[in-house]
């Protein structure tokens, strides 16, 4: 698959570990010598501030997508490839999604989640068959993995769905199974079943 852009979701802060913004700096860098552009919420704060500087500083295009109202908090990168300003939340992550061509959640908060967590629900609809990954640094996301086993198991979610998220703990890693990525065909008619109430 070829991959051009990727959206990165990620905190607003550096967390509690230095190796958060280790993984981050190393995700960038290696997302601009593999001419990656990154698409992300164009802060200059966090981790968000970190991938963005990594990626600038190794000569790649970092192009950010941040709301009127956080601009003028004086959060947003001076220096970017490009920014784009939208009226709102909502449009900011349709634009991020129109813009990526796959993504990836680092550890980060409720909008890490809330983004990351919306391009899946398009995955599973059919909207999008954008890879979509998770990069669990130091086992950050494994509360997660276990969460959408629990879902698995308890028949909410098909097992094609589930195997359609990549989780990976290492930038290299995780951007080789992104750009080898095929994904799970899953019969439509499984919108069929919701309608006649049979289970996954």
């Avoid at 220096?79 to 993504?103: E, G, V, Y």
């Avoid at 990069?135 to 198991?153: A, C, S």
């Avoid at 080789?176 to 095929?182: D, G, L, P, S, V």
Wanted: charged share 25%; with cysteine; hydrophobic share 40%.
């Amino acid at each position: 698959m070829q991959i051009k852009s990727i959206g990165v979701f990620c905190g607003s802060s550096i967390g509690a570990k230095p190796i958060y913004s280790q993984k981050a700096r190393e995700l960038g860098e290696l997302m601009a010598s593999k001419n990656i552009d990154l698409i992300y919420g164009g802060g200059d704060v966090g981790l968000m501030g970190v991938i963005a500087d990594a990626v600038l500083n190794k000569k790649g295009n970092a192009i950010g997508v941040i709301p009127t109202a956080l601009l003028e908090k004086e959060v947003g990168h001076s220096a970017l490839t490009k920014m784009h300003i939208t009226d709102n939340m909502s449009d900011r992550k349709n634009l991020i999604s129109d813009l990526s061509d796959a993504f990836i959640a680092m550890p980060g908060g409720f909008g890490t989640l809330d983004e990351v967590m919306e391009v899946l629900t398009y995955f599973q609809l059919g909207i999008s068959e954008k890879p979509v990954g998770f990069l669990n640094i130091d086992g950050f996301y494994d509360p997660v993995i276990t969460l959408f086993d629990q879902i698995l198991k308890e028949k909410f979610m098909k097992t094609e769905h589930r195997n359609n998220v990549i989780f990976e703990s290492d930038p290299a890693t995780l951007l080789k199974a992104i750009k080898e990525f095929e994904p799970h065909i899953v019969d439509s008619k499984w919108i069929d079943d919701l309608k006649n109430k049979q289970t996954y």
